[in-house]
């Protein structure tokens, strides 16, 4: 009887799970200007910072807030590289003995590069409308979660750091 009540309680859940919506929030970051250090926010709509056939003109899906403006754009990106995993160490030591009274001791150290992480690489052009045009061109590295760093540039050649 009980099997049949979890069984019963697991079709229900796998159920009401297939019916939950997505999660969509979107990935937000944030974007430091080189040279003041001023903060801003950069905001990317969730599931779009993948590789994928692209069309130019598609609609934009990047926010970028700073210095009292806001500019919209598009990523692009490209590639099926891989970032460095990362080092890993280990130690390993023994000792054992025989009957004859003799004894052994041994130990070895080992350093190997980690797996690496799947990466994509693009660039975002984003632009500010209003009285004083604008416009940020930015290159990005964006790992499979969708979180990455990149690094902008505006028309005066500021430089601007990315975090997301």
């Avoid at 004859?100 to 980690?114: C, P, W």
């Avoid at 964006?142 to 997301?164: H, K, N, P, S, W």
Wanted: proline share 5%; aromatic share 6%.
């Amino acid at each position: 009887m009980k099997s049949h009540v979890l069984l019963g309680a697991a079709l229900l859940a796998s159920v009401l799970g297939a019916c939950a919506p997505a999660v969509t929030a979107p990935q937000t970051g944030r974007i430091v200007n080189a040279v003041t250090g001023e903060e801003g926010t950069v905001t990317f709509t969730r599931g779009t910072l993948t590789p994928r056939v692209g069309d130019p003109f598609a609609p934009d899906n990047a926010t970028i807030r700073i210095g009292g403006r806001t500019y919209a754009g598009r990523t692009y990106l490209i590639g099926n590289g891989a970032l460095p995993g990362g080092l890993g160490f280990s130690l390993a030591f023994g000792a054992s003995s025989g009957t004859d009274g003799s004894a052994v001791t041994g130990g070895g150290t080992r350093v190997e590069g980690g797996r690496p992480v799947p990466a994509y690489t693009g660039n975002l052009i984003a632009r500010a409308d209003g009285d004083a045009p604008g416009i940020l061109t930015c290159t990005l590295t964006v790992d499979a979660q969708e979180r990455g760093i990149g690094e902008c540039f505006d028309g005066a050649g500021t430089r601007y750091a990315l975090q997301f």
